[in-house]
């Protein structure tokens, strides 16, 4: 979890939910803490600032939220897969490379794009065997012309 990603359990605990699920991938070592969410709720209530901050971290973890469904809502896999390696692409390649490799894991890319890790494996493989994207030692490469093709295929 870092600065651009969700809460654990708020929206369960303003909702008033028995249970929550939660997947959390971690970069460093992590110590997690339980609170009783009857407690924390009661505690949350009782302090203004608390309250409010809670309340704008849940509705930034919406509002972000309803951005990518918005997006995705009319994609399937592999479009959404296509428009994830477009924007990588544009987000990591400089004027003078002519093609990156891609770093993402699998399970990051399907987090990002609210599909399985077997919908992303088997979009990625799809797009290798048609040609829009390239592999070199077992790294996906995108190029300037595999970007264009991925572009074409999504504004298809």
Known sequence: MDNSNGNVGLLEVFSRQDRYVATIICATEVIAVRISSVVFYNYVMQ??????RCLSLVAQDLYRSSGKDG????????DRVRSYLVDYYTSHQTGTEQAIELQAEYQEIAAKLGISVRTVGRSLQYLRESGEIST??????????AYERLLSKILA
């Open 47 to 52: 302090d203004m600032a608390l309250l409010r």
């Open 71 to 78: 997006l995705y809502y009319y994609m399937d896999g592999i």
């Open 136 to 145: 070199s030692h077992r790294k996906t490469i995108i190029t300037k012309q």
